[in-house]
């Protein structure tokens, strides 16, 4: 069976701290663990899901597409290639109570995008129990991945982890 790709950015904080608590679910010999400027992604189709997370930081990182941003390279990048085969989860940082209209918008952008590839998207996460008025990631009562809030729920996070990548399992059939 084809591995995991876990791709995180940026790097030194919640991200990376999250990515590290959601490859800990995964036994080693299934998962690869990459930053998104150590992931080649011509390699992107050796792998049988690939795990995406970033946080939200403000429309303005996102709205010019020919910015340096690192996740709008990767979009560019693997748009230009057949991804049929691969599934696609998505996991968001963000912070509800200094943004509760816009909390994880960047779940959002990260199924956009991945919608205008042939890959599937998997790992929608119930909205219920968080606390925020309005989301660019979330359609109906899900969010488009996993939601989670270090600056205010950080205690939340291990057991949110643990479901999501439980229901990640099952989605995929292992
Ligand atoms: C400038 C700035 C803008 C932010 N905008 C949003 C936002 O629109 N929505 C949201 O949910 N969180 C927002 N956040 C909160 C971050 O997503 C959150 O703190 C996250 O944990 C940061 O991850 P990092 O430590 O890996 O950078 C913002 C944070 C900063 C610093």
């Known amino acids: 069976m084809k591995k995991t790709a876990l791709i ?3 790097k030194g904080g919640n991200v990376e701290k999250s990515a590290k608590i959601i490859y800990q679910q995964f036994d080693p010999e299934t998962i690869d663990f990459f930053a ?3 992931f080649d992604v011509n390699n992107i189709n050796n792998y049988g899901m690939v795990i995406i997370g970033g946080s939200t ?3 303005e990182n996102w709205e010019d597409a020919t ?3 690192k996740w709008n390279e990767f979009f560019r990048t693997i748009q230009k290639m057949d991804l049929t085969g691969l599934t696609v989860a998505a ?3 963000g912070n509800q109570v200094l943004y509760p209209e ?3 918008d960047g779940l959002g952008i990260f199924h956009a995008e991945i919608a205008k590839t042939k890959a599937r998207m998997i790992g929608f996460w119930p909205t219920e129990g968080y606390q925020f008025t309005n989301s660019d990631g979330t359609h109906d009562d899900k969010f488009y991945g996993l939601a989670l809030d270090e600056d205010n729920e950080p205690e939340k996070t291990e057991t949110r982890v643990q479901k999501w990548v439980a229901q990640l399992k099952t989605e995929m059939g292992v």
């Open 91 to 93: 996991f968001g940082l």
């Open 8 to 10: 995180y950015w940026g």
């Open 67 to 69: 910015d340096d941003n």
């Open 102 to 104: 816009h909390f994880v």
């Open 36 to 38: 998104l400027d150590s």
């Open 57 to 59: 930081v403000g429309a």
